[in-house]
């Protein structure tokens, strides 16, 4: 194989593994039990990855994960064995931040990358808690890239294990969301009736982003990391309407008709909501006070809530959500023990 500007990161990582990695265990492991994948971070897991993406921590990449007992011996293996180049590419090149170019086949046990990237190790046993701790970016790193080899099944196992929410915290999540777009939205208006277009703006940047985790979660699908929520959140089914009026949203100079393409984005989704089993009574949005503004109908969320039987998911804070709910602070959303502190309820 040789690398064009149009091979995809993920691609080249198969050949990588067929072509270089596969043989060089099978002449020392020749029944290896292991499995390998484009796994991790990067854009190419996602298979978003473009000629941007080369400039920096892009190319011969691979996932192995082995026995605990072999993880050093076929790192060693691997960083002895390696030729200097496949596909016109180094084998050896250095991460962003570091001056030490070496081979990129990260070599770990299936239960330890869980637990970098999941904060998790037995994902039999996950708890109410656990759930929350979970970024959407997080969960794709281990269960969106393509897996090449997997003598066992175990990692594919744990990517169905990951698959999606158990139903009552799903339904706490969506609920969240709605609790959170009652709290914010008349604040928009009010904000622009004074003159604050530009704090209305920001207020409306917010429920649009909040409208676009719904969605999401109505889908049943795991929401990336910023840089690609709106491209994926454009390849979700009947997301073209919704974007429009968020688009509409974001681009208004007013607040009224800010608010009503807001308003009009909700109508839609609480008919997604609907079709995905959820309770969903309408409509959709309802006068605030006696007030020019609307926001969400509270039936909603306590119809949500009310549908949740599972009393760890009942005992929860109202509306607090999801780690993804309760901070984007990139820091916290990137370090597993810190995501999990702050879902904790103890």
Known sequence: MTADDQTGGADLSRAYYHDVVRPLLDARWPDLPHAAGRLGAGSDVLGLDDATSRDHDWGLR????????????VAAHLDASLPPTYAGLPTRFAFTGATRAQHHIETTTLSQFLHDKLGLADLGRLSVDDWLSLTGQSVLEVSAGPVFWDTDGTLHAA???L???PHDVWAYLVASCWIQLEEEMPLMGRAGQVGDERGSRLIGGRLALTVTRLAFLL??????????LGTMFDRLPGSAAIGEHLDAALAADHWRPRQQHIARALDLVLALQEQAGLPAPAPATAPFWDRPFVFPNEQ???ALLGSVTDPAVQNLPRGRGGIEQVSDNIAVLVDPA?????????
């Open 300 to 302: 909603i969320s306590g």
């Open 219 to 228: 889908h049943r699908t795991w929401a990336p990391y910023s840089k690609w």
């Open 159 to 161: 990517r169905r294990m």
């Open 338 to 346: 810190a995501r999990r502190r702050m879902v904790s309820r103890v």
């Open 163 to 165: 698959a999606w929410y």
């Open 62 to 73: 691979l996932s192995l994960l082995v026995p605990e007992d072999l993880v050093g011996p």
